[in-house]
T-cell receptor
């Protein structure tokens, strides 16, 4: 049903592993976002891509590396994470330069657990 | 950065009751968005408000854009168990433009529990 898909839905990884999260939007949007949602905290914006160009890196540690190969796909590469990085990672997309450009549509998220 | 304050933080109600929650800011917002997040899922957009004073409904949900532009309200009538979840307000931060274009500020959420 959702126009934004994320895989995997659940991921458990060790601190020395390398993994990637994938997001795909089927809405024809031109902006994509990564958010982190920890328990009892507001949504934290991590990265913003407008027209495939990164326009925001919200002081995110370098162990998180985003990649946006085209306007429909967004990846988050993970390397040497810490247990405190365990959270729900949400991807969203929106259509900039449109009347309703502020409306972001979210994927179901990837529940990440770092051991 | 700019903050959106949601109230109450949590609500425990009986099925059939009406619900009211709000979102306030110290700054003016030109757009208010209301999202609902079910457990283990991503937020889903419920209602978008674009004009001060605007009142918009989506089924049993009604949201209003405050006249001062510094607040918004969400009401749910005749609640049912599937209304359970976290409700977030959001809006573009003031003076959003340039590299801030498209960004949203989110409130901390109101957790709603509905008892059958």
């Amino acid at each position: 049903e959702t126009g934004v898909t994320q895989t995997p839905r659940h991921l458990v990884m060790g601190m020395t592993n390398k993994k990637s999260l994938k997001c795909e939007q089927h809405l024809g949007h031109n902006a994509m976002y990564w958010y982190k949602q920890s328990a009892k905290k507001p949504l934290e914006l991590m990265f913003v891509y407008n027209f495939k160009e990164q326009t925001e890196n919200n002081s995110v540690p370098s162990r998180f590396s985003p990649e946006c190969p085209n306007s429909s796909h967004l990846f988050l590469h993970l390397h040497t994470l810490q247990p405190e990085d365990s959270a729900l990672y949400l991807c969203a997309s929106s259509q900039l330069l449109a009347v309703r450009n502020n409306e972001q549509f979210f994927g179901p998220g990837t529940r990440l657990t770092v051991l | 950065g700019q903050q959106l304050n949601q109230s109450p933080q949590s609500m425990f109600i009986q099925e059939g009751e009406d619900v009211s929650m709000n979102c306030t800011s110290s700054s003016i917002f030109n757009t208010w968005l209301w999202y609902k997040q079910d457990p283990g899922e991503g937020p889903v957009l419920l209602i978008a408000l674009y004009k001060a004073g605007e009142l918009t409904s989506n089924g049993r949900l009604t949201a209003q854009f405050g006249i001062t532009r510094k607040d918004s309200f969400l009401n749910i009538s005749a609640s049912i168990p599937s209304d359970v979840g976290i409700y977030f307000c959001a809006g573009p931060p003031p003076n959003a433009g340039g590299t801030s274009y498209g960004k949203l500020t989110f409130g901390q959420g109101t957790i709603l529990t509905v008892h059958p």
